[in-house]
């Protein structure tokens, strides 16, 4: 766990940068019209439908172009999301990151901050907002996706310079707990003004 802790930490150098005002490169307007064929799933506002979708409102468009590219040239597979993104031109990836990127995560706690996951806070936040931009925010997302991926990432069928690291060792009490964590933090997703 003290290797878990230290990838934590140091993931933030490891990552990438702090997060930043990344100009959207795409049409916010044009990417809400896209983003209609992604509400069943992730809403059109970015917040998930259903248990097993990752909530994307409010993520940066830099994290979700290079998700929708990765999904699209096959070096990340979902029996989904590989097909909706085959069909995606790079301008429509653009538009539909700066749609669910002009929305705001905002979590709040529900419990002790000194309960967080150690490991995860350098990255993902104490609550679950995303600290590095190559680290997606994990804020009320359900446990059981958290842990999905977790697991996809300990046994290499998602891979990651340093998630795949750090859940390498990680059991599955250890993965659970911080599911459970990010899982309780409430989100609210909000359209930027």
Avoid at 20 to 30: Q, R
Wanted: hydrophobic share 45%; proline share 3%; charged share 20%.
């Amino acid at each position: 766990m003290r290797a878990l802790i230290a990838l934590g930490f140091g993931g933030l150098l490891l990552a990438g940068t702090a997060l930043a005002d990344e100009p959207a490169v795409g049409d916010s307007v044009a990417g809400k019209k896209i983003a209609g064929q992604c509400r069943t799933c992730h809403g059109i506002d970015g917040y998930a439908k259903i248990p097993i979708a990752p909530h994307i409102g409010g993520e940066p468009a830099s994290y979700l172009r290079n998700q929708l590219i990765a999904f699209r040239n096959g070096t990340r597979t979902h029996e989904m999301m590989s097909v909706v993104a085959k069909m995606l031109t790079d301008q429509q990836i653009e538009d539909v990151a700066a749609w669910y990127s002009s929305h705001i995560a905002v979590a709040t706690l529900t419990a002790d901050a000194a309960s967080a996951p150690q490991a995860c806070t350098a990255c993902h936040g104490t609550d679950g907002i995303a600290l590095v931009e190559d680290a997606p925010n994990l804020a009320g997302e359900t446990n059981i996706y958290i842990d999905t991926q977790l697991k996809a990432f300990r046994l290499g069928k998602r891979t990651h310079e340093v998630m795949s690291a750090v859940a390498e060792d990680m059991t599955d009490a250890e993965i659970r707990a911080v599911a459970d964590w990010y899982g309780s933090v409430k989100l609210d997703i909000k359209m930027a003004k």
